[in-house]
């Protein structure tokens, strides 16, 4: 059985092996432009709301305040959750504030984007729309910065078991990560996404990327130590690094000969090495923190607080010959901009003493001069300054000396779970640009710490801006003429945006099956069809063009054009969305899918996307196509004990009073392997299984082709909460132990 499309469109140009080579080029482009940019892939959209009617009980107030995130600890460390703003005291520049409203915000929840995002338009909006979803946690945004040109070997070595432990044992279900690097090398992969094989995938193409100098002998000079010479003239140690070379090379004169020309060439030795290391060590650390800043950039969008770990070994942040102190005031004033609480943790693991390695000071007998046995403690603190100021100065943490990073990781997700959001209305010129000092702390209560960012944002005033469709006015000069994009244009930028679009709710599901041919991709999309209500014309019938591509990290793309037609139907539910759907054929490899639509009636656009493994059915073993799912309202005439015909559910949510359906095709069964196939359901929640179906055996007696065989069961939702959830389902043949696994993440509200 295969749950049926509800298909209320009409298709009037069917798939293209490649659409035109304007598509192809720009989709090329996307992918290209991905290697340094994060994006939202495949988090189940939550299902909009329509319009609120003029009687609904909508309380605005239009202020100008400043947010401020902040968090409350005792001496112990322990968060402290519940305090009454009458507890709170603000002073800006020792001046006593008034605080207008403050409110605890559980990180990732539901209500935690409104919050967030209200205040920051300087609006606080309350209406039923908001508070419509019984949902309490929508995920929380993490991303790992992973600056591997400051990583060693080991350090990196270290960096890849712990994001492996953190995406299979200690994230929770509905939380979006991202592992970004500063020298790109994860490219198309550094999205947003909660799909284990993306970010399995990630970890996996992290390498040295590491670029020392490439100095074979044994005197050793560090960036921390070629900025001491170059930016501050250190003599001693500059004595020190030429008689360690003079000592190296033995540049010892012959009898009678003059020294001075032995010396000079380990002084233009030293000189040169000095030069080299520390301008490489500034064209790195600038790279690192403008790679560091655009990311912040791209993530403006994102809704609620976001949580970055910086990973590194550390860097030099000298004002002397360098920008990378203006660089780290630009990246903490845009983390106050975007909402981002940055936790630096240093990588290198529990400090140790290099004088005593012999691989780094390997220096002979009585070179050992008190000049380097001061290097260490005083570089290690050089090094970790930049992350001390990017963790301050955002309202995080630098976690350094550890030799456990995922117990740094969990430290720091806990300690951000819970946070306060605090907002006061600036008076001066000083506290509207933002340069006021900011104090907050708990009346009468010395022992408790409140941590907060040292950076705060001012909204500005938004600009007027047109409304009509297709329009991008110029940054550079407010009059200056909009630039009116073409329709085809406009559909490739939906197609390719960051993130997804929303003015049409679109919803995308893709899951593959095996066919004679190989895999099929099937796409089920839908438009939520309230959003076609607010259309003068709601009796016309509505062209949408819709645009796609599976984009895979090598750059293959396959696309797919469709011309949909939209006519309304009065008999018709109007609660049911526009469903429609398209099959492509893919080679197995992991792919990114994405859906652009746009009405051309009012040049609405809406967008959609999702990672899909697409594996090598051909192959001899046990395997199992996608989960394919679908909603059975209960009560319901549709009864469990048929398969009978429902639509596929695209967003993947579920109202906890319906039954979940779901449906699957074992494969290659009969290759050696007797039909004695037992399938086991479990539904977990953040790694944690609250529900285990019976084993069932596939039934097989009517069946005359073995190789590919359906099965589908339901699942009863009204056991658990709201929230975010994961479908496991297991195939085993009990003859030869061989199993097949697939997964699918859904939400009940």
């Known amino acids: 059985m295969l749950c049926r499309y509800d298909i209320t469109v009409i298709r009037r140009i069917e798939l293209t092996s490649f659409a035109s080579s304007a598509l192809r080029g720009s989709l090329l482009l996307i992918a290209l432009c991905f290697s340094g940019l994060v994006a939202n892939a495949q988090q189940p959209t939550a299902k909009p709301q329509p319009p609120v009617s003029q009687s609904s009980d909508v309380v605005r107030i239009n202020t100008e305040l400043v947010q401020t995130d902040l968090m409350v600890f005792d001496k112990t460390g322990h968060l402290v959750d519940g305090l009454l703003p009458e507890q709170f005291e603000v002073r800006v520049d020792g001046k006593p504030e008034t605080i207008h409203f403050l409110e605890s915000v559980k990180a990732g929840s539901a209500q935690e984007a409104a919050q967030v995002t209200t205040t920051r338009q300087g609006d606080r909006v309350s209406t039923p729309a908001q508070s419509g979803t019984n949902l309490s946690n929508k995920g929380r945004v993490i991303l790992f910065f992973i600056d591997d040109v400051h990583l060693t070997t080991q350090s990196l070595g270290r960096t890849r078991q712990a994001l492996m432990e953190f995406v299979d044992k200690r994230r929770h279900d509905g939380d979006q990560i991202a592992i970004v690097s500063t020298s790109g090398q994860i490219g198309f992969l550094q999205q947003l996404t909660d799909n284990d094989a993306v970010l399995h995938e990630a970890i996996g193409r992290l390498s040295y990327k590491r670029n020392p100098e490439t100095y074979a002998g044994r005197t050793v000079i560090t960036d921390y130590q070629a900025n001491q010479v170059a930016e501050h003239n250190d003599r001693d140690l500059f004595n020190y690094l030429v008689s360690s070379t003079i000592n190296e090379y033995q540049l010892v004169p012959a009898k009678g000969g003059d020294p001075r020309g032995l010396s000079q060439l380990a002084v233009n030795n030293v000189r040169n ?174 022992d408790l710490r409140v941590r907060l960012r040292n950076n705060y944002y001012v909204p500005e005033k938004p600009a007027a801006q047109s409304e009509q469709p297709g329009t991008i006015t110029a940054d550079s000069a407010a009059d200056s003429a909009p630039v009116v994009n073409s329709p085809e244009v406009e559909l490739l930028e939906a197609l390719g ?237 009990r003859t030869t132990k061989s199993s097949a696994i697939q997964t699918l993440r859904f939400v009940v509200e």
Request: hydrophobic letters at 40%; proline letters at 6%; a positive charge.
């Open 273 to 446: 090495r000095v030069r080299q290391i520390n301008g490489q060590a500034k064209a790195v650390t600038s790279d690192t923190l403008d790679v560091l800043l655009s990311l912040m950039r791209s993530s403006s969008k994102l809704s609620g607080r976001k949580l970055v770990f910086f990973v590194s070994d550390g860097f030099i942040s000298d004002n002397r010959g360098s920008n990378a102190v203006t660089m780290l005031k630009q990246v903490t004033q845009m983390a106050a901009r975007v909402g981002i609480v940055v936790y630096t943790m240093e990588a290198g693991g529990i400090y140790s003493d290099p004088a005593v390695d012999a691989g780094r000071n390997n220096f002979p007998d009585g070179m050992a001069s008190g000049t380097s046995a001061r290097m260490p403690s005083t570089e290690s603190s050089a090094m970790r300054e930049p992350l001390r100021i990017l963790a301050d100065d955002t309202g995080g943490r630098a976690l350094v000396n550890s030799n456990s990073i995922p117990s740094s990781i969990q430290q720091a997700l806990d300690e951000t779970s819970p946070y306060y959001l605090l907002a006061w209305r600036p008076d001066t010129a000083a506290e509207r640009t933002g340069k006021a000092r900011l104090k907050v702390v708990i009346k009468n209560r010395p």
């Open 497 to 733: 945006s960051l993130y997804p679009r929303h003015t049409l709710p679109t919803s995308l599901s893709a899951g593959y099956l095996n066919s004679d041919q190989g895999p099929v991709l099937r796409l089920s999309m839908q438009i939520e069809r309230w959003a076609f209500a607010s259309d003068p014309l709601l009796d016309a019938k509505k062209e949408v063009d819709v645009v796609g591509a599976a984009i895979d990290d090598r750059g293959m793309i396959v696309t797919f054009k469709q011309l949909l037609t939209v006519v309304s139907n009065p008999t018709q539910d109007q609660v049911l969305p526009v469903m429609w759907n398209q099959q492509l054929r893919l080679a197995p490899g992991l792919y990114q899918v994405r859906v652009a639509v746009r009405e051309r009636n009012t040049g609405r656009t809406g967008s959609a996307q999702q990672w899909i493994q697409v594996p090598d059915l051909s192959r001899a073993s046990l395997q199992m196509s996608s989960l394919f799912v679908a909603e059975r309202k209960a009560p319901s005439t549709e009864q469990a004990t048929g398969p009978g015909s429902l639509p596929v559910n695209i967003n993947l949510r579920f109202a906890r009073s319906s039954v979940l359906r779901y449906q699957t095709y074992i494969y290659n069964v009969a290759n050696g392997i007797a039909p004695d196939i037992e399938i086991q359901a479990r539904v977990l929640q953040d790694g944690k299984t609250l529900i285990t179906m019976p084993a069932r055996k596939l039934p097989t007696d009517s069946m005359k082709d073995h190789a590919s065989m359906p099965y589908w069961a339901e699942l009863s939702l009204s056991a658990l909460a709201p929230g975010h959830y994961r479908l496991e389902l297991t195939a085993t043949a």
